[in-house]
């Protein structure tokens, strides 16, 4: 039985992968958002709230997981780490298998994960594309947003595999470094590419 291909999407921060994400959407391309899954099932009246709140004590409230009182209570801590992520990653698994069900007669779907690499979820996907800008362009994007300094941005990177790696373990790059006409006119070349192969065959 044939499944749509599944096309993994990552991007180190400040690379442009949320606006990549929505190029493939305009473009009819299915895609599953794993961190905005997160955020609705940890938002207000989300599925995965009271077991939190029961396994965290006060990190909850109306508005749902207050993220500051749950991180304070796993941060540096690997074994509450590891509960939280045995409440959260099951939900996420049901929501992206429910996900491919609705898509399955769709010859392309995408999966927006922001770790893909660095969590393991390259084995869940048929090709890992990786949306990349010189340093200077992302550094400047990400400095740009509210509340970001220098040493914020450095500690995030700190905790990403780099880009050097991640383009040299992808299966495709797609640069936003360029104009947004020029990565759109990408998107829609790949997407050709690969609505063309046959279903569950990987790259070479």
Request: hydrophobic share 45%; aromatic share 6%; net charge negative.
């Amino acid at each position: 039985m044939s499944r749509p291909f599944i096309l993994g999407l990552t991007g180190s921060i400040g690379m442009g992968k949320s606006t990549v994400a929505a190029m493939f959407e305009a473009a009819g391309v299915p895609v599953f958002d794993a961190d905005a899954t997160v955020r609705r099932l940890q938002g207000a009246g989300g599925a995965l709230v009271p077991a939190i709140e029961q396994a965290f004590p006060g990190s909850t409230g109306p508005e749902g997981v207050l993220r500051e009182q749950l991180g304070a209570q796993v941060f540096a801590d690997r074994a509450a780490l590891a509960r939280l992520e045995a409440i959260v990653h099951p939900a996420v698994a049901a929501e992206r298998q429910a996900f491919m069900i609705e898509h399955a007669g769709q010859p392309l779907v995408v999966f927006d994960i922001p770790l893909l690499f660095e969590k393991g979820g390259w084995e869940s996907v048929d090709a890992a594309a990786v949306v990349s800008a010189p340093a200077e362009i992302q550094r400047q994007r990400v400095l740009a947003r509210p509340g970001m300094t220098p040493e914020k941005f450095a500690h995030i990177l700190s905790l990403q595999v780099p880009d050097a790696d991640k383009r040299a373990r992808a299966d495709y790059v797609i640069d936003t470094g360029t104009s947004i006409y020029q990565t759109e006119a990408e998107i829609v070349r790949l997407i050709a590419r690969l609505t063309e192969r046959s279903p569950l065959v990987r790259p070479t």
